[in-house]
């Protein structure tokens, strides 16, 4: 076998790509310019989206802190 074949990179699909965002299967499986949209915009908006649950930890962060400051306050 040849050296070269044994470091083969496989690149994960847009549906892959959707789950490691916490997005519906198929969420970016949309007509675009009257024709299924191309991978490459597809991972364009993953790439540009943030991951929910993510957000979703740094807001509650944001409003735990928040929180205790009032509690010092008080």
Known sequence: MDKDSLYVV???????????QNFP??????IYNGKPAPDSLR????????????MRWIAQRIL??????????L
């Open 10 to 20: 496989r690149r994960i699909t847009p549906l892959e790509a959707e789950r490691l």
């Open 25 to 30: 299967d198929r969420y970016t499986d949309i």
């Open 43 to 54: 991972y364009k908006a993953l790439g540009n989206s943030m991951t929910v649950s993510v």
């Open 64 to 73: 735990d802190v928040e929180k205790e400051g009032e509690d010092e306050k």
